[in-house]
Each structure stands twice: as C-alpha cells, then as structure tokens.
C-alpha cells in the first residue's frame, strides 16, 4: 500500500535548500536598517500627547468634554454624535473603569 505521508515527506526534503544556502542569509552590506522601519510600524508618541485623568471614575461630562475639545484623532466633532455615543453606552451600564470604550473606538 502507498503511504502518503513518506511520499510526502520525501518530496519536502528534495525541494529544500540545501544548507550551504543557509551559511550566510543576511546580505552584511545593507545591514539592518532597511528593514527597522517595517520592524517599528507604529509612530512613537510623546508622554505630553496623554490627557491626564483623575483617579475616580470619569463622568459622562467629563468624557464629553474630552471628546469635544480634547481629541487630537477628530477635529471637527459632532455633538450630536458625541451625545449619541454617550447614550448608547449609558444604556448598556459598563463599569466606571470601562466608560468611554464606544468614544474611544469612534
């Protein structure tokens, strides 16, 4: 009977490279710089760009004034839409540490 999986294995060790492919497999005179920037995609952020909040938990208005006048992500905000947000999450009752997730995301 024919066995698949020797056959198979047969045919990945034929198609691999063999080791001398693998004595030197970074090209020293590009170096590593060329691929630092796919390496770091995110940008950094300066600690200054974080609203600082008080420990208790933050109230609805303080969430909306933060949203209105504080988001650097949205400049131009739609109250309506702030006010919208707000209610929605005040409908499904998050704990005070979890406030603002719909507002955040949008």
Known sequence: MFNIT???AAIIMMLAPS???FINPID???????????INLSVSL????YVRVKAS??????????A??????????SIE???TLIEVEKL?????KLRGMILATA
Not at 92 to 96: A, I, L, S
């Open 57 to 66: 938990p933050v109230t609805y208005a303080e969430l909306r004034q933060y």
């Open 81 to 83: 839409v702030i006010d």
């Open 19 to 21: 080791g001398s492919d």
């Open 46 to 49: 300066d600690r200054g760009e």
């Open 92 to 96: 499904f009752n998050p704990p005070p």
């Open 68 to 77: 209105l006048h504080e988001c650097k992500n949205n400049r131009n905000p």
């Open 28 to 38: 020293g005179e590009t170096g590593l710089a060329k691929y630092e920037s796919l």
């Open 6 to 8: 020797a056959a198979l």
